[in-house]
């Protein structure tokens, strides 16, 4: 489950590569909707979390996860031209967002071989 935050992670550099030769960062944006993907599991957290509430009678992380992915979601859109000009480097805010909870294992922000660009 670790990996999958990690390939969010390559498919949106690899959206947002520009500037290099035979790269078209269109291939990665029409082949996989990042955001949809994490609503996507969003809504299969939450469905787990549902399960495990009639079988226990209490939340489990499912119900957080669910939460932090619905959160987030929004700061994974591939930015358009005119929000490259105005906003800049966003990714900070988007890795460490006001959530309740330990999610320190999916914060990969500082990872040495995913901080660059691409250099993995």
Same mark, same amino acid.
């Given at each position: 489950?670790?990996? =999958? !935050?990690? &390939?969010?992670?390559?498919?949106?550099?690899?959206?947002?590569?520009?500037?290099? !030769?035979?790269?078209? *960062?269109?291939?990665?944006?029409?082949?996989?909707?990042?955001?949809? &993907?994490?609503?996507?599991?969003?809504?299969?957290?939450?469905?787990?979390?549902?399960? +495990?509430?009639? @079988?226990?009678?209490?939340?489990?992380? +499912?119900?957080?996860?669910? /939460?932090?992915?619905?959160?987030?979601? !929004?700061?994974?859109?591939? *930015?358009?031209?005119?929000? @490259?000009?105005?906003?800049? %480097? /966003?990714?900070?805010?988007?890795?460490? &967002?006001?959530?309740?909870? %330990? +999610?320190?294992?999916? %914060? =990969?922000?500082?990872? =040495?071989?995913?901080?660059? *660009?691409?250099? =993995?």
């Amino acid at each position: 489950m670790l990996i =999958f !935050p990690y &390939c969010l992670k390559i498919i949106y550099k690899l959206a947002i590569l520009k500037d290099v !030769p035979g790269w078209d *960062p269109t291939i990665a944006t029409a082949t996989v909707d990042i955001v949809h &993907c994490l609503e996507q599991i969003a809504v299969i957290a939450e469905d787990a979390n549902v399960k +495990f509430k009639e @079988e226990t009678g209490e939340d489990s992380v +499912f119900g957080e996860a669910a /939460v932090m992915l619905r959160a987030t979601a !929004p700061n994974w859109r591939v *930015p358009t031209i005119e929000q @490259e000009q105005t906003v800049g %480097d /966003v990714s900070a805010t988007a890795w460490n &967002c006001d959530i309740g909870g %330990d +999610f320190s294992l999916t %914060d =990969f922000a500082n990872d =040495f071989w995913l901080a660059g *660009p691409m250099n =993995f």
